[in-house]
């Protein structure tokens, strides 16, 4: 799947409480298979503070 199919982007939101969020997200288009039509699945995660231990 090459770029044109895929979507990618990262957003900040404010809650109704003021709290600011980070927000990942990708799309990518799925082709149709023997079972299904194409469709286009999003996902969206809230970004967290990465912390390595070592």
């Known amino acids: 799947m ?5 979507m990618q982007g ?7 409480d003021g709290k ?5 997200s990708n799309a ?4 149709a298979t023997d079972t299904s039509g194409s469709c286009k699945m999003t996902f ?4 967290g503070v990465f912390v390595a231990y070592g």
Do not use: C, M, N
Not at 2 to 6: A, Q, R, S
Not at 20 to 24: A, G
């Open 2 to 6: 090459g770029p044109k199919y895929e």
């Open 10 to 16: 990262k957003w900040e939101v404010t809650d109704r």
């Open 20 to 24: 600011l969020h980070q927000l990942l």
């Open 28 to 31: 990518a288009y799925l082709s």
């Open 44 to 47: 969206i995660v809230e970004a």
